[in-house]
């Protein structure tokens, strides 16, 4: 079965601090696509990235990094120099390279990591 | 108005009240979901609907029934709500690349309704 792990629950930090948020996720499949999303306090699940299971090359954007492992099954997120602005909710997710035919797609959520950037 | 609206962005309600929650999109995709996201639980899919056709159920209780008129509408009927089902609903749209593969759409998510069953 799919399965999406983020143990961390709330996290709090110092504004310009780095912080690393975990993702470990199960599948079968071979072909899988991982996501982070970002949720602020207005609501709305904000696209991060997305990364095929065939490219574990990490990516940066800005202060934002991510370090795929498959040989671990994780997906971890860092932020470089958090700042208020950062604070969020966190999602990682997963899906099936195919769950269905056509236009749909999946996904399967970890339970998100609060994050709180003091200044 | 750009990107998925959700209305209404709070709803409180009674169990034996029938209400509705709506969501449009205005970005051209042509598959809609609604999750449901409840305190310190993953977001459940509920219903997913590709070409205005419904391809998934998650095993939802009746008494959330949804529609799909096309493909920039999507609806989610309450009706004898438990207070358990208390909890933000959220709508999201996506498009296939025309042949691309389906599992890396990335999904546009409206800001939510929070609905609160009395």
């Known amino acids: 079965a799919q399965k999406v792990t983020q143990a961390q629950t709330e996290i709090s930090v110092v504004e310009k601090e780095d912080v690393t948020l975990d993702c470990v996720y199960e599948t079968r499949d071979t072909t899988y696509y991982l996501f982070w999303y970002k949720q602020p306090p207005s609501g709305e699940l904000v696209f991060l990235i997305r990364r095929n299971s065939f490219d574990e090359q990490n990516e940066i954007s800005g202060r934002y990094s991510w370090n795929f492992q498959k040989s671990t099954s994780s997906f971890n997120f860092t932020i470089t120099a958090s700042q208020v602005v950062d604070s969020a909710v966190y999602f990682c997710a997963l899906s099936e390279a195919q769950a269905w035919g056509g236009a749909t797609n999946k996904l399967i959520f970890g339970t998100g990591t609060l994050l709180a950037v003091q200044p | 108005e750009t990107g998925v609206t959700q209305t209404p962005r709070h709803l409180v309600m009674g169990m034996t009240n029938k209400k509705s929650l709506k969501c449009e999109q205005h970005?051209?995709?042509?598959?809609m979901y609604w999750y449901k996201q409840s305190a310190k639980k993953p977001l459940e899919l509920m219903f997913v609907?590709?070409?205005?056709?419904?391809?998934e159920n998650n095993s939802v209780p009746s008494r959330f029934s949804p529609e799909c008129p096309n493909s920039s509408h999507l609806f989610l009927h309450l009706h004898t709500l438990q207070p358990e089902d208390s909890a933000l609903y959220l709508c999201a749209s996506s498009q296939s690349k025309g042949g691309g593969i389906s599992g890396a759409n990335v999904l546009t998510f409206g800001a939510g309704s929070r609905l609160t069953v009395l």
């Open positions: 609907y590709s070409l205005e056709e419904r391809v």
């Open positions: 970005l051209g995709h042509n598959a």
